[in-house]
């Protein structure tokens, strides 16, 4: 199975390397969506689990690592969270009253 996908990428390769010729020699050129140098990391080590593991079924074999762009705030969203931030006092709380 390995060296009948191994052919493939090999034609495929093949295939990508004449466009680029073609599009090389043309006058205005079509921008690539992406290129190899732009894959995320996690993206390129999950391929490469997912070839070295072989046809060994996994449920984790398609997670992808995250790449450290964006972390999301975790919300606490129990009673006892919702009722402290209502005792908290608000920025424009009333000032008591002089008498």
């Known amino acids: 199975m390995a ?6 990428w090999v034609h495929f390769q093949k295939m990508d390397i004449e466009r680029r010729r073609q599009e090389a020699a043309e ?3 079509k921008l690539r969506l992406i290129e ?3 894959i995320p990391e996690g ?13 060994e ?9 995250p790449i450290g762009r964006r972390y999301r705030k975790e919300v606490d969203y129990s009673q006892e969270s919702l009722r402290r931030k209502k005792l908290q006092p608000t920025e424009r709380s009333i000032s008591p009253l002089d008498d």
Do not use: C, N, T, V
């Not at 060296?3 to 493939?8: G, K, N, R």
């Not at 993206?43 to 046809?55: H, L, N, P, V």
């Open 3 to 8: 060296l009948y996908l191994l052919h493939y």
């Open 57 to 65: 079924p996994h449920k984790d074999k398609f997670l992808i690592e």
């Open 36 to 38: 190899d140098d732009e």
């Open 43 to 55: 993206i390129i080590k999950a391929s490469q689990r997912f070839m070295e593991e072989g046809e």
């Open 27 to 29: 006058y205005r050129r």
